[in-house]
């Protein structure tokens, strides 16, 4: 527990606090129908922060161990989400129980032992290659395509693009702080733009991005949020080894990379039909409602921080 963590904490139970009492507040004074729906809509949302907020502080302060075993479960939590999106056929559950019980361990203890190589290729090559090889060995060809291109796309979103959050703990940056601090910074503020974003748009948004895709995602909603949460990673520079030009451009970034990924997956469930991926989180939907941003803004933040520090 460093300084800067214990700041950092400080911080985040502080909004908490703030978000609790303005939704209680709100609860009093607002009487219109549609107004009482948003703030039980914000109030339900709430409680569901403070339940994942608290589970991720206890992964990030117990160290290295936490965090990997936190990632590795939600990463397990959300494959399996993915994966009921499409039918199966019985000649894929080898290749299913290879997923969960070979594939996504095998990829958390490749971070765990900080063996860089493989876990960079492990799933986008051996496992793209096995995943299909595996199906056509049992035969079955009926929507193979559709079976096989599945489990590829859930492996890579759900445990690739994921387990690169807790793979920052791996890196050998020089600077006198834990990584630790680093993981904390791009959750923080990639969920931050999410919730700046969900509350520009409830405020400003009239203009819809893709209104096919995400009624509820406006221009304003985006923009607002993204300079909002840019700005809150800038203030926060000092929790990472980046000056604070360098940490306003990787918030940047990281925000829009999760815009991207949220208005993808957004895609693929209205592609499926559905609402929300899950229901574990009230007011949130499934876990994979809760991660769509990390999927995209965790690698890009991991090789960028690699790459440049």
Not at 73 to 95: K, W
Not at 193 to 214: E, T
Not at 259 to 267: D, E, K, R, S, Y
Request: glycine share 8%; aromatic share 12%; proline share 4%.
């Amino acid at each position: 527990m460093t300084p800067e963590l214990a700041r950092l904490l400080t911080g985040l139970f502080a909004l908490l606090v703030l978000g609790t009492l303005a939704g209680l507040a709100l609860r009093r004074v607002v009487t219109s129908p549609a107004g009482m729906a948003t703030v039980e809509d914000v109030n339900v949302r709430m409680r569901s922060w403070w339940l994942m907020a608290g589970a991720f502080v206890i992964a990030t302060v117990t160290g290295g161990v936490g965090s990997i075993l936190l990632f590795a479960l939600v990463s397990a939590l959300a494959l399996r989400e993915f994966i009921t999106l499409v039918r199966s056929s019985r000649a894929d559950h080898r290749t299913l129980v290879a997923a969960f019980f070979v594939f996504t361990p095998l990829q958390y203890v490749l971070v765990a032992v900080q063996w860089y190589g493989l876990f960079a290729i492990l799933i986008p090559v051996y496992v793209f290659m096995l995943v299909p090889t595996g199906m056509v060995i049992m035969g079955d060809t009926e929507r193979f395509l559709e079976r096989a291109a599945t489990i590829q796309w859930a492996l890579m979103v759900c445990v690739y693009c994921v387990s690169h959050v807790p793979a920052l703990l791996l890196l050998e940056l020089d600077w006198d702080q834990p990584n630790a601090l680093l993981v904390f910074y791009l959750v923080l503020v990639v969920q931050l733009s999410d919730v700046f974003q969900y509350v520009w748009g409830k405020l400003v948004g009239r203009h819809r991005i893709a209104p096919r895709v995400s009624p509820n995602k406006t221009w304003e909603g985006m923009i607002g949020g993204v300079l909002s949460a840019t700005a809150v990673g800038t203030a926060l520079w000092w929790a990472t080894p980046f000056s604070p030009a360098a940490a306003a451009a990787m918030s940047l970034v990281i925000c829009l990379a999760g815009f991207a990924g949220g208005l993808t997956m957004a895609a693929i469930k209205r592609d499926r039909g559905i609402k929300d991926y899950g229901a574990l989180l009230p007011g949130h939907g499934g876990v994979l409602d809760r991660i769509d941003s990390l999927c995209f803004a965790g690698p890009i933040f991991f090789h960028l921080t690699r790459f440049f520090f």
